[in-house]
């Protein structure tokens, strides 16, 4: 059945009117459908287990097209989420003209210092938050935080008649007085209760977690929904109050349960006095209540802020990449003076036909080393296109080789010489290329992984340790272009809150979330999050049955390369001047990419270069491997050349089984006995023994020997 046909219903079924409203908003061109992209991908493949889809729909500026002018009126316009949301789409939101804002009975709040503003506790207010058990003052028993709020407005009002506002959970008679009345859960424009100069609020009013994590796909963060969605309505309960009326000279008090709260009013009402509710044991902040501000409202300081960040960011893909000023993508940039040091002076009409210099050296994928102790790069592996370098990772996977002799790779370009104290940190990094990741072990598995980016290439295999029952695993995930370390930091944020958002938690966290809701641990390495990173490079498991290599953009169209353009424009952490702790939700991903179904001239010379190091690494193994071998050789001809009188029998035949174990083998270790008898005591002796040393090597088969 199509979706037209459910949208319209023609026979009014029940079961099609339940998905009615989403079904038109999914046909409507003014609407914008977002889903959970895991529950999308669990959902179309027909899973039965975990199979809630949660949608978010976005009504577009396009509503309005046709209009002349549209006019919006709200109380706190700039704190709304209509406000906030349409500007997040590049809509113009202007201040109305004096012809409507004459008749406005006020615009700004007057007469603050009449008001005083309590506040019951610092944390932020909700359900679970209020129903919390604590210890009551008086008796040292537990009861609900709500109840002790409860008491302690009693406490402070007396007798003393006030309106308040709560949950729909909460009874008519919640505060036990005659003198409170309660206000609708709606009050907005009401005016019956100016004569109440006292107003409580113990409302929460939190949207969902997934509310929270919807928005932040669109920069806004917890505390700005917090402000949409909680503080305006607390503001309208508190303006039924006489306050509402400015010729009204009598002294009010507000009670909201949450500092932060306390402080948003008093930013409303300049002069108000905020004060600590008395009997809740809160310590009050020094200082002058409410905050200076420095901008028009927090959202447009945080808004400033995050365009000054995302700028910078843009400037160093280009500058990293060699593409010109005019490609970057700068959402808001202003006039030419205000560019400052990315303006460009050049004429490149008579100078050059392009604004930035190339950047060749963006063009390579990483840096190889033989091993972890090197400091010296092995080799730069250069970067034609995404399906060469991924070919060549999987040729490297076939090799079946010991960890420590598979070589190791970075994501990042290093210059040993651009740094005096080090060769590879991060103060030797030019430039980072791609997303690598090392899983030691835990409760998530690649194909889970993958489903958290529907739309990114995401390449994995096994380690050398991997098992069937323990695997262990690498992830790849090309990225559009080359970028800084600050960028690959902000990918690295975003992927772990994506992972957090989806219940998987690093084992640090999972340490401090202990006694609270069950999570599980994703098992990434942490200390990979880094720039300068080593990962060892593909090979087979040493358990032949733990080797996989997954391609999931092999044969999925929608997979594309991660692009990091886009992830720093949708960013889902929480951009602030203050930075606070990042929220839990789903992920907006990069752009799919598709990529070429074949390999041209310069997708063979990237898996040359991987093969040249595949080479290299096994030249440098079997250089190793030829030292380590010499070594013992010495040794064990040390040894003979030491032996006491009386043990030449004995000490020369453990000469033959030391040769053989180093690796010679029997005919090489004939010729070194021959050249030791030499140095004996006896050397007719040990020449005719070395026939019977040869036999007895022989029949013990290679059990010890280097490569057994």
Known sequence: ????????????????????????????????????????????????EDCLLNTYSLLKPSIFDGFKK????????????????????????????DSLTSSLRYAEHAHGERITINYACDEAW?????????????????????????????GLLGTEPFIWMGNKDLDDGFFGTGTAQRLP????????????????VVSALNPPPQHFHFMEGYSIDGDEVRTAHYRTAVYQAVMRCSIRNPQDMTAKRVVVMDRD????????????????????????????????????????KTSVYRKNKKQAWFAELDRLNGTSFAMGRYPCLGSASEIGEFRCDDNSLYIRDYVTASAPQ???????????????????????????????????????????????????????EKAAETSRGLDNILHVRGIWLDNDGGDLTPDAFADLFPFLRVVVWNTASSTPQKPRWRAFIPTSCAMSIEVHRLIMQQVE??????????????????????????????SKFNAASLFYLPCQAKDPEGSFFTDYGERDPRRGTLDLHQWIERCILSLRPEPEPASIGPVTVGTPILLPATQDAASDQTISKLQAIRQKLAAAHAQSQAGRQEEKIARAVDAWRSTPS?????????????????????????????????FANSPGKRLREINGIIKKLGRSGTFGRRGA
């Open 126 to 154: 909700s359900k679970r938050f209020r129903d919390m058990l604590v210890e009551d003052e008086g008796s040292g028993h537990p009861i609900k935080l709500l109840d002790r709020v409860k008491r302690s407005v009693v």
């Open 1 to 48: 059945m199509s979706l037209t046909r459910i949208a319209r219903n023609k026979h009014g079924d029940d079961v099609l009117k339940l998905f009615g409203p989403l079904v038109n908003r999914v046909c409507s061109e003014h609407w914008e459908v977002h889903a959970g992209q895991a529950q999308f991908e669990r959902l179309i493949r027909g899973e039965q």
């Open 646 to 678: 009386g043990m030449g029998h004995h000490n020369f035949f453990l000469l033959g089984a030391a040769l053989h174990r180093a690796g010679l083998e029997l005919h090489e270790v004939r010729a070194k006995l021959h050249q030791a008898a030499m």
């Open 185 to 200: 859960n709606t009050p907005h424009g009401l005016n019956t209760y100016q004569g109440f100069h006292n107003v409580v």
């Open 362 to 416: 963006s063009s390579t994928s990483g840096t190889a080393f033989a091993t972890i102790y090197d400091a010296q790069p092995l080799d730069y592996i250069d970067h034609q296109d995404d399906d060469s370098f991924i070919a060549g990772l999987r040729d490297l996977h076939g090799r079946q080789v010991a960890k420590e002799d598979a070589g190791l790779i970075s994501p990042a370009h290093f210059d040993p």
């Open 261 to 300: 709260t306390a402080e948003w009013l008093a930013d409303l009402f300049p002069g108000a006095t905020v004060e600590a509710l008395p009997g809740m044991g809160v310590v009050p902040r020094k200082g002058k209540a409410g905050r200076r501000r420095k901008h028009e409202s927090d959202a447009e």
């Open 70 to 97: 549209v006019l919006v009126a709200s109380a706190c316009m700039q704190e709304t989420m209509f406000y906030r949301l349409f500007l997040a789409q590049g809509v113009d939101l202007r201040p109305a003209g």
């Open 497 to 526: 809150q994506v992972l957090e958002k989806a219940g998987y938690w690093g084992k640090r966290k999972l340490e401090k979330r202990k006694g609270t809701r069950p999570a599980r641990c994703h098992g990434f390495d942490e």
